[in-house]
């Protein structure tokens, strides 16, 4: 089986769930609801899921949005039914080209795991379509999917490029997900903008993890947005993209300050904490921190008093790792002040 954290992903927070979960019990205590509002792959919010704790997960790209309903939300599945699909997919062999043989084979996926890649994605959309499987089911499968093929893929953990290398042999497995139901029953799963859900949402604990730098996720997992929407749009380039800017963040751009100040004052909640961590000038241009530590403070102070939390780390990169002394800092605020404007 799979567990939520068994998935390469830029910035995520595995090695500092202790970490955030010690903070917690010191300034906070017990709570009733915990938004994890830039998720990612969710793994925060699974660390504190509960079944009677509500966690509110979201996340901008669809793929992240799909695996967290596959882990966290409530909806029903037939257990039987998806182990049984997944035996025959794993099973099948495919022989035709198809869109995601055609853009990817050779390239991330041997030309063989290519075409099954595209087969069953093909047959997972045309079994929802025929009633055979329901929504929470289709994201069981497109999770397996898109988790079996990141433990096997042609790169160093990210799609922004690939291998050019002669493509070893790939076993292609996919594996039903480690799913426990119990404790998803008050849970929401979002595919919005932070900014915009903000405004619709209230919680006792709010955290944020937004992009650091100008390193763009949709860039990063473009292979894995593109397979989980399906909707074969024409790609370019060397990495083969496609069109990405209506999914590109806010905060990987030179308004991430005022993104950042615009989603702080219209939180509604009883804590904030926010992960960030200490690149600032250290990195390249594109690995520089878009938030200063100073604006951070000036923005959250603006609903009460900071506190900085600091813990050495070695970061997930997209390459060589060049920088030492990492840190993940946890901004805290127990909030005092009301909405400003």
């Not at 509960?50 to 939300?73: E, M």
């Not at 037939?78 to 099973?91: C, D, H, Q």
Request: net charge positive; aromatic share 12%.
């Amino acid at each position: 089986m799979y567990k939520i954290s068994q998935r390469r992903y830029l910035g995520n927070k595995n090695s500092i769930l202790d970490f955030i979960e010690e903070i917690i019990q010191k300034e906070i205590g017990d709570f009733d609801s915990f938004c994890d509002i830039f998720s990612g792959t969710g793994v925060v919010g699974a660390y504190f899921n509960d079944k009677d704790t509500k966690i509110i997960s979201n996340d901008l790209l669809y793929q992240n949005f799909i695996s967290l309903n596959a882990f966290l939300n409530s909806d029903t599945y037939y257990v039987k039914k998806i182990t049984k699909l997944i035996e025959k997919f794993n099973a099948t062999t495919a022989s035709k080209e198809n869109y995601f043989s055609t853009n990817f084979g050779g390239r991330y996926f041997s030309n063989d795991v290519a075409k099954k890649i595209g087969y069953i994605r093909q047959e997972i959309k045309k079994l929802f379509v025929s009633d055979s499987i329901n929504l929470k089911e289709k994201h069981i499968l497109l999770t397996s999917l898109n988790y079996s093929i990141d433990r096997i893929a042609n790169t160093v953990g990210h799609y922004d490029a690939y291998i050019t290398k002669e493509i070893k042999a790939q076993k292609f497995v996919m594996k039903m997900l480690d799913i426990d139901s119990e404790k998803n029953a008050k849970n929401e799963v979002h595919n919005r903008d932070a900014n915009m859900l903000i405004r619709d949402i209230e919680c006792d604990i709010l955290y944020m993890d937004p992009p650091y730098n100008s390193r763009q996720y949709c860039d990063a997992y473009h292979l894995l947005e593109n397979l989980s929407l399906w909707q074969k749009p024409k790609v370019f380039g060397v990495a083969k993209k496609f069109d990405r800017s209506k999914i590109k963040s806010e905060y990987s751009l030179k308004s991430a300050t005022e993104s950042f100040d615009d989603l702080v004052v219209n939180a509604k909640c009883k804590y904030m904490l926010l992960s960030y961590n200490n690149m600032a000038k250290r990195g390249n241009e594109r690995s520089n921190a878009k938030i200063s530590d100073e604006d951070i403070i000036k923005s959250m102070s603006k609903r009460g008093e900071v506190k900085v939390f600091e813990k050495s780390y070695k970061a997930f990169t997209t390459g060589k790792n060049v920088c030492k002394n990492n840190k993940e800092r946890i901004f805290f605020v127990k909030v005092i002040r009301s909405v400003v404007n």
